[in-house]
């Protein structure tokens, strides 16, 4: 179990539940259902146990076979758990059955998310496009969703879009969509104007995964306070910066966190906000080198972002941080198992990444300050080689 139950009185209590199909293999369901625990943290609640089942497709019921569903009703009725979390989508169907058989709230994966976007929106920007996602979300899951949308009580995937009253015509809903799409619009537009006010200075965005310290590095180099927190989605919206590197002026952008199945009604509704990686010139690509399944993460920011910039290609430099964290285990030499990340000595890695990867990089710690000048030098030098080009006549600043 993931928590002692004594324990779990104060937060929401809550069970999450994986399938293992097709080319995942248990370890890495584990370590999906790893981010969910921490998703359900970052939402306030207490995970007190996960669920997986070996599946060669989804129940298009239930999701998870019969027995299973048991199984959890079974621990539900024994421990009173307050919700079931699924890693993945469920359509409203299989929402609908496994409310009726668990007696519980469940929600997915993308309905968690977007509780926790709501959650964390501070600007009317944020909030409108979280509350069109919500919306959008909502739409084809009418008829077994709106019991979850009751705001009767507070919970965790009980943050709906702000209404007081349950609105259970569909005719209303896609009319509240198209008002907030014309919102957005107007507010899309006055970013645009934002934008075009900043002249012509290069401009940096920091992208990568949730919560691999791209705030962190934000503050470094701005020498600002952008809020900055160890958890998931910590920044929604968009923070600009002038920054001055040795003497020269650039804009340094701090984007929301990409992660593993984002829903796609987010993706669309923060595209605006995502302008700035679109309209940049370089971009950091930050990585959490400590995290076991860094590769993937990595794997996963790069779709994110061909799907935002299409094939426009752009100068990136990845910026493996958290360096203080790596950790490896040495082999003895008569281990004849097979090598892992977890045996790859510090040195060694760097080695290795940086001549697999096209683009320059460059390892740090942004919160002990380790390997700063050297960043500081790299970021430089790439800004450096654009401004020539634009403002060929400023060459004696360099």
Known sequence: MEKNIATAKEQE????????????????????????????DTAGGLV???????????????????????????????????????????????LRNLDRSLKTRVIDRSNLILDIFAMRARTAHAR?????????????????????????????????????????????????ISLLKKKLEQIDKQKATQRSNRGSLVRVALVGYTNVGKST?????SK???????????????????????????????????IRKLPHHLIESFKSTLDEVRESDILLHVVDISHPNFEEQIATVNETLQE????????????????????????????????????IPPDEIKKTWMAKMNDPCIFISAKHKDNIEGFRRLLYDTVVEIHRIRYPYDNFLY
């Open 224 to 258: 600002t306070d952008v809020f900055a927190e160890d958890k998931l989605f910590a920044t929604l919206d968009t923070t600009v910066r002038k920054v001055v590197v040795g003497n020269l002026p650039f804009l340094l952008s701090d984007t929301v966190g990409f």
């Open 308 to 343: 935002i910039t299409g094939d426009e290609e752009k100068e990136t430099i990845m910026v493996f941080n958290k360096m203080d964290k790596y950790q490896w285990v040495e082999k003895d030499d008569d281990d004849l198992t097979p090598t892992t990340k977890e045996n």
């Open 217 to 221: 590095i934000m503050n470094m180099l």
């Open 48 to 94: 007190l146990r996960r669920f997986t089942q070996k599946l060669d497709k989804p129940d298009p019921a239930t999701y998870i076979g019969k027995g299973k569903v048991e199984e959890i009703r079974s621990f539900i009725d024994e421990t009173g758990v307050d919700l079931v979390v699924f890693d993945d989508e469920l359509s409203a169907s299989q």
């Open 128 to 176: 409108t496009q979280v509350e069109l996602a919500q919306y959008q979300y909502l739409l084809p899951r009418l008829a077994g969703m709106w019991t979850h949308l009751e705001r009767q009580k507070g919970g965790i995937g009980l943050k709906g879009p702000g209404e007081k009253e349950i609105e259970t015509d569909r005719r209303i809903v896609r009319d509240k």
């Open 13 to 40: 209590r809550s069970i999450l539940v994986g399938a293992v199909t097709g080319k995942e293999t248990e370890e890495m369901v584990n370590d999906y259902l790893d981010e969910l625990a921490f998703l359900v």
